[in-house]
């Protein structure tokens, strides 16, 4: 669905419709397909374009603010898959097969 919406939004954004809406929907497509700087190029953008208090502002901002959490949630996962498995580099034939399985190297 979400490949669907940002091509849908990439199109109409480049034959000249620029609405907020369009704008926000290709946004959030660009999230949910991990696209993390376009969309916050994308926010950046919109956020600064809008009039003050606009419903669609707020929808914008609060993209935003999503976009952050799934970044600081990726890194906290990142994160927690080191502490588990160690450097990618130090897989070795020697470990445990269940910890290669639990890692996603075996």
């Known amino acids: 669905m979400f ?10 954004l480049h ?24 969309a916050r190029e994308v926010l950046g953008k919109l956020i600064a374009s809008t009039p003050k208090g606009d419903e669609e502002e707020y929808e914008a ?7 952050y959490k799934q970044l600081y949630v990726n890194a906290l996962t990142h994160r927690e898959a080191w502490r588990t498995c ?5 897989h070795t034939a020697t470990r445990s097969t269940s910890r290669h399985n639990r890692c996603g190297t075996g």
């Open 86 to 90: 160690g450097e990618p580099s130090r």
């Open 15 to 38: 034959t000249g419709t620029s609405t907020f809406q369009v704008q926000r929907q290709y946004a959030q497509a660009l999230i949910e397909l991990a696209d993390f700087d376009t």
């Open 61 to 67: 901002r609060g993209l935003l603010g999503r976009l």
């Open 3 to 12: 490949p669907l919406m940002r091509d849908y939004a990439a199109a109409a």
